[in-house]
């Protein structure tokens, strides 16, 4: 509750910066499932225990890192359905349950030859819109209150900060 926040506003910003390069008809597999996905998410952080969730985010890095290790060059840049709406759901769920979509979009992406431009927009194209969802879940669950808000508000330098660092990385 405390980083959600923060992340939607990233999320805004770069979303924002890259919008030219964002092509929704690429994403539409992905963008379909993720509120389900989301919505789950939220049910597994608000009902399991606190060990499951960082065993199931271990699981999903370390199954990240071996598919990446494995992974071939797209050959294609056609959208994939399935797989994208496999993604789109799985990440929802892992954006509502651990704030991190990150690794099954990555996986998705990897499967599709878009130019780096293209792939850097869709990417966060897709991020604002699973990083709204998710806070409004969290809002709705009550993990995001006004306790909550002041610890965010104190992490503000530090967002800004990566982002100008991260801005000016992003374009080696």
Not at 18 to 38: T, Y
Not at 61 to 73: C, D, P, Q, R, T
Not at 89 to 100: K, W
Request: with cysteine.
């Amino acid at each position: 509750g405390i980083l959600s926040p923060l992340g939607v506003a990233l999320t805004v910003l770069l979303a924002y910066r890259l919008r030219e390069h964002i092509d929704w008809g690429d994403i539409k597999w992905l963008l379909i499932p993720m509120p389900f996905g989301v919505m789950a998410g939220i049910w597994i952080l608000t009902h399991w225990p606190n060990d499951a969730m960082k065993a199931l985010l271990g699981v999903l890095l370390i199954a990240y890192v071996f598919y990446s290790l494995k992974a071939a060059e797209p050959e294609s840049s056609a959208p994939r359905p399935i797989l994208g709406g496999a993604a789109g759901f799985a990440s929802g769920l892992c954006s509502g349950a651990l704030g991190t979509g990150g690794p099954p979009i990555l996986v998705y992406a990897s499967t599709v030859n878009w130019h780096r431009d293209k792939f850097r927009g869709n990417l966060q194209g897709f991020f604002v819109s699973t990083a709204i969802l998710a806070l409004i879940g969290q809002v709705n669950a009550g993990l995001v209150t006004e306790e909550t808000l002041p610890k965010t508000a104190a992490l503000v330098p530090g967002l800004i900060i990566g982002a100008l660092i991260g801005n000016k990385l992003s374009s080696r």
